[in-house]
């Protein structure tokens, strides 16, 4: 059913969500906030070195340690041949996942892990870990994703040859993969323009730094059944990749989601779930683990640096008609950069003829990326959203009315193949034109900056459902754990097919063995997918009231309407009955058939893509290189909006992620390879005196495949700051920064570089 | 090593409690006294996500150690509401959606409590900077400052709750 | 005959380079048997790593998806997210 031109009443409002109150009130459970009887305590031993082989592992020490109850290394874990499943969130190569969690024969970064303790206390296991006796012999390590690539870069895996290049090579490369896409004639395309722009940007690593640190427990019994109690983006995943990691049967493991706090993708993969099991297996005990802050930003994937190139070609009239991008992006300790998405999105919002993209997906000694909002597109928009606005400056064009011009539409094809539909690129643009922020007028030393973003958003695999209690009161049921305020959207359209106030919903998010399969939290995809899943399993239920208001009438089913929750006749032939709310019916449900309720599950095709547009006001500080923000406005398609304020929640908090990685944050390396700033004093997020209000202006063109027009929302506001900010500072400056973050010692360094000059003229 | 035995006032009621030398107040409250509210997000100070109040003041409980709050009076997320009645700074948070994941709420409730105890009448930059010690990932602080500040505004009498 | 584009070159390197072409199938499912028996090893890795786009629409993963002989059908990478 679509419900798009409906007259709605609950979805579009803001109810206060069903798991506030606990949240509130420190009630809820999260990983490291979960006893269980008999519980002790594990820990892991890490490698001091970002590049090493291990020669030896001696860990006879720890475990004579009083308190100690087990000890283990890779090798209390089945050993995986070179294969790849895809079980989790794109292709996932379980070798790779299991010697992250535990080393096999290499140290491949600072902070990779090396064995773990289980202990009574944490004070035991913490000291039991400084007796275990590793021998390493040091190898010389590469961070920097352009020496990993170099002829003479120390190797991370001598069984890695690049993919993607002909003829097959036969030396090992620290270039995992190339990748090409290619629109038209791109040569021919540049020797046509009138004006060329180019440029060679940098990225940082930087971290998800969600503030809740990796915690679970896990407990293995003696006939191999499995409970895991964890915070992730996917109960289902973690319960998959455990029965992988420790060959087991996937239904001897119960993975319970604990509430999350904060994940942006960095929690769609497990690094210390195994390795708990793995305890509990050999300790005969329930195993509690949680990573310390310098254990989070050492050992688990922040995402890729990376340097791009870019080069565009226009016309005198503002038609571009020739793009081009090479991206080399970081993958940490083993392949898996996020460059196919960085290769699709940076030219995905413009319509340009020839367009030449390569990619390449590189390892270096610093911890395997993981995903973060968005993955990939923020750093290749970074570049391409910079040189737009250099390409409207040399033009003389208005940067919104460039991107207008050459704007992706409806029936756009874009470059890496698919022609895009149902967009609301324009309706931003528009929006940004029209918005307030847009006209108003600039003091002196301030400057101003547009950008745009794309994300593809995605469907998948969900299961949902809906039961009636017997008062009429219903349970929704989502098998996605919630990141962001889902229970409450999923709820709302519950409430609105089933036509009762949105307090009368709960929604709850069941373990992995009491409801079907879902694919993780992840890719913008739960009030799209899971909420397609929970509305098909409400509209079922509502067949099946009407079906038992017949029954109890004995009139056919056809004569029965649904109204405002309500069964009710469908005309005055049918028969002068009362209506029958939901507590009548569930009443007699037992009489009728018994219970009501049902679940679905679904594999939901038709995501729609989202597009923002950031307008952003800094001042700089010409003396500290400290850049402030002085307004933010963040407007985004996002379809539908379910609940207007977690919408502008996940655009707002995406933005701030965005910021972030504008001004401050990075990975900060000593001369030996070992991360620097490992805390959040020096790992600086924004802080709440950093940011003005944000202001997130919803614009809703619907996604006709999704029931109420919803879009995935999440992602795409982490795209467009950094270049927003970039080409603020190029307003108030007229400096171009090429290298993130824009902190101030490098703003600093970048005015002294003109002062000169600037002193001269 | 022998144990410290600790009698404080924690959420208006005596708690006893034993705890080694070097355990932190986070931890004792946590492990020991079973109140897992206030969370661990860096156990170094810089996030507030185990913000309490000791004796009146606004503290990092990660920063504390556990054997010095003898005769103390502690107040955690725990005992912010009154029985089943929520403050107004948690009411404003929910009707505003000033959470997402909801982790760092703990902390940024009492840092805010203990604001609005000092300074009934914050601008947007006090309140800002006061809760610049709170780190929170997920909102980007809009709503948060905008919950507090309509926290304030009730609890000043100015507006119904 | 649906024409078939394979962007990206994971897949071109099964094709020997060829980006474009013809095939017979007209599902998803019957395309993947259909590529892996003309270039053993390509119906495997698009079943597996690939998305496909059929007239603009992105299928993550569907046996079924459908499309007829004027068809554009385009295999991208799968996409995940964060």
Known sequence: MNYIPSDLKVVGTRPIRPDGVEK????????????????????????????????????????????????????????????????????????????????????????????????????IADAAIALIDVKYEVLPYVIDVEDAMAD????????????GVEPKPTKPSNIAKKVVFRKGDPDAGFKD??????????????????????ACVCSYNSDGQVTIYSSSQGHFMVRAYCAKLLGLNISNIRAVAMEIGGGFGGKTLVYLEPVAIALSKKSGRPVKMQMTRDEVFRASGPTSGATIEVKLGAKKDGTIVAAQEILKYQAGAFPGSPIGPGCMCGFAMYDIPNVDVVGYDVVSNRPKVAAYRAPGAPISSWAVECAVDDLARKLGVDPIALREQNGARNGTKTHYGPTHQNIGFLATLEAAKNHAHWKAPLKPGQGRGIACGFWFNIGGESSAGCHIAEDGTVVAVSGNPDIGGSRA???????????????????????????????????????FATGMAATQAAERVVEDLKRRAAQIWEIPVEAVEWKDGQAVPAGSNAGAFEPLDIAAIATKAGRTGGPIGAEVSLNAQGAGPGFGVHIVDVEVDHETGAVKILRYTAIQDVGKAIHPSYVEGQIQGGAAQGIGWALNEEYIYDKNGKMDNAGFLDYRVPVASDMPMIEAVMVEIPNPRHPFGARGVGEVPIIPPMAAIGNAIRSATGLRMHDLPMSPPKVRAALDAVAPKMAAE | MSKHHVSATINGESVEFLC??????????????????????????????????????????????????????????EGIAQGDHLHPIQQKFLEHAALQCGFCTPGLIVASKALLDENPNPTEEEARYWLAGNLCRCTGYDKVIRAVMDAASVMRGEKAA | MPKVLITGSACQRFTGGRSELEVSATTFRRLVLELEQRFPGLGKQVEEGMAVAIDGEIFQDAYSATFGPDSEVVLIPKIGGG
Not at chain 1, 152 to 160: F, G, M, S, T, Y
Not at chain 1, 193 to 214: F, L, W
């Open chain 1, 24 to 123: 509130v009130t420190g009630r809820a459970q999260f990983g490291a906030d979960m006893r269980v009887a008999g519980m002790i305590w594990g820990k892991v031993l890490r490698s001091p070195h970002a590049h090493a082989k291990i020669l030896s592992i001696d860990t006879s020490k720890a475990e004579k340690l009083p308190g100690v109850r087990a000890v283990v290394t890779s090798k209390d874990l089945p050993h995986i041949a070179n294969e790849e499943a895809f079980v989790g969130e794109g292709p996932m190569n379980f070798r790779d996942l299991s010697r992250n969690c535990l080393a096999w024969d290499k140290a491949l970064y600072e902070g990779h892990a090396i064995a773990a303790v289980a202990a009574n206390s944490q004070a």
């Open chain 1, 152 to 163: 003479n870069a120390p190797i991370l895996h001598e069984d890695l040859f690049t993919a």
């Open chain 1, 193 to 214: 323009a009138d004006v060329i722009v180019e440029g060679r940007y940098t990225t940082q690593p930087v971290h998800q730094a969600y503030i809740e640190p990796h």
């Open chain 1, 489 to 527: 959207s999923i709820g709302m359209m519950v409430a609105e097919v089933l036509g009762v106030p949105a307090e009368k919903v709960r929604t709850i998010i069941p373990d992995t063995s009491s409801i079907g399969f879902s694919f993780l939290t992840g890719g913008s995809r739960v009030t």
């Open chain 2, 20 to 77: 080694e030398t070097q355990q932190t107040l986070l931890d004792t409250l946590r492990d020991e006294i079973g109140l897992t509210g206030s969370k661990e997000g860096c156990a170094s100070g810089d996030c507030g996500a185990c913000s309490v109040i000791v004796d009146g003041k606004l503290m990092c409980s990660c920063l504390i150690l556990a054997c010095e709050m003898d005769g103390s009076t502690i107040t955690t997320i």
